[in-house]
């Protein structure tokens, strides 16, 4: 009896201890973006970033945040990144839904190879792609414009197998139903299929979404010109110009860059940490 | 007679039936159309393309074939293996650090009914947000004068040091931020997996009288292999393309003296800042060669099939 009540005990305080290291270590995690918010705020930070650092600021004000939408390119940026983003999530998404339908119910020679040679472009990554794929756009004269952005997505190994496995677990006999009916594969992908894949094509808007919106290498290749820089450009070029000085303007843009993902993520983070695991392949 | 005309029915049905066949096979290829125009254009073709001009002298305009020449001179550059050296050294501190602590913290989480989600939402954030303006916040917090981390430091008694701004600490900056962005991810993962582990396994142990660290050792650990398999690999294959926050903080030459140059830096230097197009397509091709080998080698060392 006493041994029990010793053993409940001890598991309340395993418990206890176990909650409290998990809150310290999420605060660690969180500190730069609460410290990025506050010196936001902070009048005084603009001139000299505050030391000690503090949380609550000194004079606290919106001049900072002021400064950086009157700027203008942060606007810019955000609709170029707005424009890019979600046509290349658009196009990405419908090839990657029709192919990974094919591959599911499709019945048709090379099926295995061409799925095969979809799955080996996971393994290529950007690098050895980049100059050549640069020296492309530059020969049809499409640099400084979002094609090279919007039209490179359209392949997308990930989605595309993402996509397969889900129409994988619907059952075969609504085609069969269809194909009596005399519909063809078009059809009974678009009547039948397509409105069953919503789940499916959620995920893949959010990965997409994602990957896109924080895509840098690419962008900063093939876009010179400062009017189209998408946000992630815009932040590094103010960056790169600025170092550590103007504390509290950087940091405003930071927190300006950082709301839409994070308002986004805070909405849907169910299906963004479900997606993540389950697709186990993330963008940067 | 009569039968006469059902054979011959029964031949055309049988014609037009694969005829249909034929048809529908067609169709399907059409909803592959544009993921192979894809392939073709965006995958295949640059592949080659990168392997032909790393023969060639190239700044995009003028073309001279020398054969092996930038090889030569990416392999005997001193820049290049220095950018591999800092590399490997942030990839590999990254993931030494990374995925113990975030399994322990996948367990933990795991292991708590209060508040799962919330630390999941919690623990995840850093991971969703730019490595861009990630880098940018991390410049301010690990500013040597200025920033949260050596206050912290100072005001627990332990040495400051001087990180971005010092040739020998600054990839350790780099460590901190990319441990901070991956965290989340690799607990993710891990936590999906820790919850696929069957029940059954912990209740006999239970049984057995195994304490909750002996079930974690000896059930929970033995059971993740396959997960750090596929987080070892994906950590790899990101450490190896490493440049969006080396950009960020040292510019594309990686300074405090070319300490946090990565081979991606390495390879933008070279070919967008200098126009050696024929160079850089060759060290592409070398750490192309690098992430297959090192891909090879971490599947057959973790036995992982793919």
């Known amino acids: 009896m006493i041994s029990t009540m010793s053993h409940k005990k001890a598991d309340k305080i395993t418990t206890s201890v176990k909650f409290v290291i998990l809150l310290i270590f999420g605060v660690v995690l969180m500190a730069p973006f609460v410290w990025m918010v506050s010196v936001g705020f902070d009048r005084t930070a603009n001139i000299s970033m505050p030391f000690p650092p503090r949380l609550i600021p000194e004079e606290l004000s919106g001049f900072n945040y002021g400064i950086v939408f009157e700027n203008g390119r942060l606007i810019q940026s955000y609709i170029n990144s707005a424009i890019v983003t979600i046509t290349s999530v658009a196009i990405g998404v419908s090839s990657s839904l029709l192919a990974g339908y094919a591959f599911s119910k499709g019945r048709f020679k090379g099926k295995k190879l061409l799925f095969i040679v979809v799955l080996c472009t996971l393994m290529i990554p950007m690098e050895p792609r980049l100059i050549p794929l640069y020296k492309l756009f530059n020969s049809v004269d499409l640099l400084n414009t979002f094609w090279p952005l919007i039209l490179p997505p359209l392949i997308n190994g990930m989605l595309i197998f993402l996509c397969k496995q889900f129409f994988d677990q619907l059952p075969d006999s609504l085609r069969e139903a269809a194909q009596i009916d005399g519909a063809g594969e078009f059809k009974i992908f678009f009547s039948v299929y397509f409105p069953l894949a919503g789940p499916i094509a959620a995920t893949m808007v959010i990965l997409a979404f994602i990957w896109s919106w924080n895509d840098f290498l690419w962008p900063l290749v093939v876009l010179n010109n400062q009017d189209l820089h998408t946000v992630p450009l815009y932040l590094a070029s103010f960056s790169l110009e600025n170092g550590t000085s103007l504390g509290g303007l950087t940091m405003a843009l930071a927190t300006v860059s950082v709301l839409p993902i994070i308002v986004v993520y805070l909405f849907l983070q169910r299906y963004i940490i479900q997606s993540i695991a389950l697709s186990g392949v993330k963008g940067e | ?306």
């Open chain 2, 1 to 306: 007679m009569a039968k006469n005309n059902m054979e011959i029915n029964a031949t055309l049905g049988s014609v037009s039936i694969k005829q249909k066949k034929k048809t529908s096979q067609w169709t399907w290829y059409i909803f592959l159309i544009p993921s192979f125009l894809g392939i073709i254009l965006f995958m295949v073709y640059p592949i080659f393309e990168s392997l032909r001009l790393s023969f060639y002298q190239s700044n995009g305009t003028i073309e001279n074939f020398i054969g092996l020449d930038n090889f030569k001179t990416v392999l005997t550059s001193g820049p290049f293996w220095n950018s591999v050296w800092n590399t490997f050294y942030i990839g590999i501190f990254q993931i030494l650090i990374t995925i113990p602590l975030g399994f322990i913290f996948a367990s933990l989480i795991n292991s708590t009914a209060r508040g799962q989600n919330f630390f999941k939402v919690i623990y995840f954030l850093p991971n969703v947000t730019s490595i861009v303006a990630a880098a940018m916040i991390f410049a301010f917090v690990l500013h040597p004068e200025m920033g949260i981390v050596n206050y912290a430091l100072e005001a627990i008694g332990l040495p400051a040091p001087k990180w971005l701004a010092d040739p020998s600490t600054s990839k350790w900056a780099v460590i901190l931020l990319a441990v901070w962005h991956w965290i989340g991810f690799v607990i993710i993962i891990c936590l999906a997996n820790l919850q696929a582990i069957s029940a059954e396994m912990y209740e006999a142990a239970k049984i057995d009288g195994a304490s909750g660290l002996q079930q974690w050792l000896f059930i929970t650990i033995p059971n993740m292999g396959g997960t750090f398999a596929f987080l070892l690999i994906t950590g790899w294959i990101g450490a190896l393309q490493r440049f969006n926050e080396v950009y960020v903080l040292g510019g594309p030459n990686g300074s405090p003296a070319r300490s946090i140059q990565t081979m991606g830096a390495f390879i933008y230097e070279r070919g967008f800042t200098g126009f050696e197009f024929g160079v850089a397509s060759a060290a592409t091709y070398i750490m192309f060669m690098i992430i297959l080998v090192f891909t090879f080698v971490n599947l057959k060392v973790s036995n992982m099939k793919l």
